[in-house]
């Protein structure tokens, strides 16, 4: 019985304080975003859903407003709506913590390439670069964002450049 009322207060109680310090249709409604963001064929689908909570951003709070403006971005981008999704994965960075911020500085920088302003994607690259070397984070992200750094360098005819931020493996 003891472990019964210890679980139960395991699973309840995360959710009581969630309930009580953040509106949660909200992160509902951010959570069923995500989903349909994720999911290949229903990127407007999730953009539908983040509109039907345009009207609440103002309340949101910080995370959620970071989650949403994110959210808003990736969906875009996914739909090639490039120059959409820019401004709203800006807004997202400005707030998120520095592991999440080299993410975002990743998709702005690909967004810029994929609207062919290399140096708009060389600059977010950049600087994704250094918070990855800041948070001494080597992972397949990092590796991903040299070599679309490197693709977007060899573009600009720096050659130098391509062949040094070029990785195979991390």
């Known amino acids: 019985m003891r472990e019964l009322r210890f679980l139960f207060f395991v699973l309840v109680s995360p959710v ?4 009580q310090t953040v509106p949660f249709p909200v992160d509902l409604k951010l959570s069923e975003a995500f989903i349909l963001i994720l999911k290949k064929d229903t990127p407007q689908k999730g ?15 910080l995370l959620q407003r970071t989650d949403w403006n994110f959210l ?5 981008y ?3 709506r490039y120059e959409k999704a820019i ?15 080299t993410i975002i500085l990743d998709a702005i920088g690909r967004a810029y390439y994929m609207k062919r302003n290399l140096a708009g994607a060389e600059e977010s690259l950049k600087k994704a670069q250094s ?38 493996d991390v």
């Open 72 to 76: 808003n971005g990736i969906a875009n």
């Open 87 to 101: 401004p709203f994965l800006s807004t997202a960075a400005e707030t998120a913590s520095d592991s999440a911020k």
């Open 131 to 168: 918070l990855y070397i800041k948070l001494n984070k080597r992972d397949s992200s990092y590796v991903s964002t040299l070599n679309t750094l490197a693709i977007v360098s060899r573009e600009q005819c720096k050659y130098l450049e391509a062949k040094r931020d070029r990785k195979s």
């Open 16 to 19: 009581w304080v969630c309930a």
């Open 78 to 80: 996914q739909l090639k």
């Open 47 to 61: 953009i539908d859903v983040l509109d039907s909570i345009r009207s609440e951003v103002a309340t949101m709070t």
